[in-house]
């Protein structure tokens, strides 16, 4: 079984519709990352988590909400999607957050927001 | 933040090394250079990382400049499973941040049979 896995894989949804993207890890790992992807782009940072009573935002947080229900688990929301939301979202966790620590992603979801 | 400079894209054939470069001429003397790759239709994957000193794994060399402000990412020989987008990272060190990745464009490597 994969150790970070991510649902739905795809979705397509509608202007003004409220979306919830899930994550879970069997790592024990205490930090985890939603990032997005556009096409032809790298992967920016949309929240991390270091601990469930820890949030911080990232590059890109405006329009996206999250939650840590717990250690195994962190949803990415969009309260009310737009377009300019469609992309590919990875989930990612990390143990300890050093810098010498590396990041696991997920299988990604695919996005489509019409 | 430091960033990174790579090419575009670049092209190998099967079975024949491969370097790929990396610039980072601001990079600070504690951050680590990452190196991540993505297949197609996947995830990132991590590859290696280095400090100062080169660094050999199972799937990669990293060789880094004396200054440190390049470094090269070598795939000792291509197979065409190594068609992928690879990323070179600079691993924040300090603050609240340490530990992200901030990730480029990257390099999109083709490898011809």
């Known amino acids: 079984d994969a150790d970070v896995t991510q649902t739905p894989r795809n979705r397509i949804t509608k202007t003004g519709k409220r979306i919830m993207l899930e994550c879970s890890q069997t790592k024990g790992h205490d930090r985890m990352y939603w990032y997005r992807q556009d096409p032809g782009l790298g992967l920016r940072l949309i929240y991390y988590?270091?601990?469930?009573?820890?949030?911080n935002k990232g590059e890109i947080s405006d329009g996206y909400s999250v939650s840590r229900q717990a250690q195994a688990k962190f949803s990415l929301s969009l309260e009310s999607a737009i377009p300019n939301q469609t992309a590919l979202y990875f989930c990612?966790?990390?143990?300890?957050?050093?810098?010498?620590?590396?990041?696991?992603f997920g299988p990604g979801t695919r996005l489509t927001v019409l | 933040d430091a960033k990174t400079t790579q090419p575009n894209s670049m092209e190998s054939n099967e079975e024949e090394p491969v370097h790929l470069p990396c610039n980072h001429s601001t990079i600070s003397g504690t951050d680590y250079i990452h190196w991540y790759r993505q297949l197609p239709s996947q995830g990132p994957e991590y590859v290696i990382h280095?400090?100062?000193s080169n660094v050999n794994n199972r799937m990669a060399s990293l060789a880094i400049a004396e200054d440190r402000k390049s470094s090269t990412l070598i795939l000792h020989r291509a197979t065409l499973r190594d068609a992928a987008v690879y990323y070179c990272i600079l691993r924040l060190n300090y603050g609240g941040s340490q530990g992200n990745l901030i990730f480029g464009k990257g390099t999109k490597l083709s490898v011809k049979p």
């Open positions: 990612a966790t990390s143990d300890l957050g050093l810098s010498t620590d590396t990041q696991y």
């Open positions: 988590s270091f601990d469930v009573k820890d949030i």
């Open positions: 280095g400090l100062t």
